[in-house]
């Protein structure tokens, strides 16, 4: 059974750090993305890699503070959270797809994982 597997949630204060991994076994030769949901809003893009690492894509609201990355020797993606916000805060969920365009679109994705939480305090 595969499985995306998120981890390094918490809480922050507005201005700190936090680096979210995602277990991702088998998945070497997909794209990966991370996507995040507040509280009474959709799920929306954050930022995503292709399978080799070549094309990264961030929303506007992150770039610049928010840097993706990926290990496939380690099957493991990452996302590094610089000068974290309020607005940041949500659920993070990690997802693959086997598209190779619009990777900033959530229905491209066909795995999911359970998510991590991220609160930001102010």
């Known amino acids: 059974q595969v499985q995306l597997v998120e981890s390094g949630g918490g809480l922050a204060q507005a201005g700190g750090s936090l680096r979210l991994s995602c277990a991702a076994p088998?998945?070497?030769?997909?794209?990966l993305g991370w996507f995040r949901q507040a509280p009474g809003k959709e799920r929306e893009f954050v930022a995503a890699?292709?399978?080799?690492?070549?094309?990264?894509y961030y929303a506007d609201s992150v770039k610049g503070r928010f840097t993706i990355s990926r290990d496939n020797a380690k099957n493991t993606v990452y996302l590094q959270m610089n000068s974290l916000k309020p607005e940041d805060t949500g659920v993070y969920y990690c997802?693959?797809?086997?598209?190779?365009?619009?990777?900033?679109?959530?229905?491209?994705?066909?795995?999911w994982g359970q998510g991590t939480q991220v609160a930001v305090s102010s």
């Open positions: 997802g693959a797809t086997q598209a190779s365009y619009y990777l900033d679109d959530g229905s491209q994705y066909e795995y």
């Open positions: 088998g998945f070497s030769m997909y794209g």
């Open positions: 890699i292709s399978w080799n690492g070549g094309n990264i």
